[in-house]
């Protein structure tokens, strides 16, 4: 009996050697995209940061002077960060209730539901450019169509984006638009939620509302925090905006942290200061997604975990 129980034992164990050897094989493309595109790029913009390189002049050690510029003399990148954030926050917070909410309603028995949830996720696919430059059709001051509407039950033309105070949450709003990749997520989540929760709740009492709360919210926040996350990243590094249709304005209202270092590197060819702004850039979404990461114990729910 001992000597069956080594052998199966020792089997078992050139087995699981065997298995780990041909994991760690088929990990080794994944490992290269992660240091090739990823992790030695991120040095190397680390490392020309330290640098004032302007295009074809040759790289000059100045140490820490871009940094100390940034933070002293860079007026720009100041405004950039509370534009970057600010756009951030009401884009991610409008994202998640608009996907949610509209999930919702497509995981109902409605006619149609298919051809709904593919119009929902259509302008996820568009490309980007093409939005927004068709969106600053319908916020133009003059003959856009929502301006149109506006005059005709009596109110006073908006500048969307010609208004330094509306231009981030006018942008904010195609970006919500855009969020049908959400919508999908959250409509696989709402349909994994075990349906003999809600059938005891409604036994019990419980109306739409406090079901929606105490079981359907709790059931969802891993996908909550995983279009948190996903959300967040996306909507901090926007950029399509400014290109296309704003370049910064009106003033520095729509000077994106990502915008920034495409002026300072490709219109100016301060490379080595764009460098900096760039790995400060890494630092605030790392410090961002780490609240998040540090925070998702107190709030998320797992299914048979404690």
Same mark, same amino acid.
């Given at each position: ?27 080794? @493309?994944? *490992?290269? !995209? +992660?240091?090739?595109?990823?992790? #030695?790029?991120?040095?190397?913009? $680390?490392? &020309? ?9 040759? @790289?000059? *050690?100045? !140490? +820490?002077?871009?940094?100390?510029? #940034?933070?002293?003399?860079?007026? $720009?990148? &100041? ?20 996907? #949610? ?206």
């Amino acid at each position: 009996m001992s000597i069956l129980f080594k052998k199966s034992k020792r089997r078992r164990s050139r087995m699981s050697i065997k298995e780990e050897r041909t994991a760690y094989l088929y990990l080794i @493309p994944a *490992f290269m !995209g +992660l240091t090739f595109i990823t992790y #030695l790029p991120l040095l190397g913009v $680390f490392g &020309i940061s330290f640098f004032e390189w302007k295009g074809i002049s040759a @790289p000059r *050690f100045n !140490g +820490l002077d871009n940094y100390i510029k #940034l933070f002293t003399r860079d007026h $720009f990148f &100041i405004d950039s960060i509370k534009v970057t954030v600010y756009f951030s926050l009401i884009a991610v917070l409008g994202s998640m209730i608009y996907s #949610l909410f509209i999930a919702m309603l497509l995981n109902r028995k409605i006619p149609a539901r298919g051809f709904f949830r593919a119009i929902f996720y259509v302008p996820y696919v568009l490309p980007a450019t093409a939005v927004y430059i068709g969106w600053s059709w319908l916020y133009e001051t003059n003959f856009g169509l929502f301006n149109y509407l506006l005059t005709k039950i009596g109110l006073n033309r908006v500048q969307f984006l010609a208004s330094s105070k509306l231009v981030v949450p006018s942008l904010a709003v195609i970006s919500v638009w855009l969020s049908g990749n959400l919508i999908v997520i959250f409509l696989a989540g709402l349909q994994n939620v075990p349906r003999i929760y809600h059938e005891a709740a409604e036994i019990d009492g419980a109306n739409s509302w406090q079901r929606f709360r105490h079981i359907t919210i709790p059931c969802m926040t891993p996908i909550i925090f995983y279009n948190l996350l996903m959300s967040l990243v996306t909507n901090m590094q926007i950029v399509v905006p400014a290109l296309s249709i704003t370049n910064g304005g009106p003033g520095n209202a729509s000077m994106f942290m990502t915008y920034l270092m495409y002026r300072y590197a490709f219109l100016s060819n301060q490379i080595g200061y764009a460098c900096a702004i760039s790995f400060i850039f890494f630092l605030i979404i790392a410090i961002f997604t780490g609240i998040l990461f540090a925070t998702s114990k107190a709030w998320i729910f797992y299914e048979g975990g404690d």
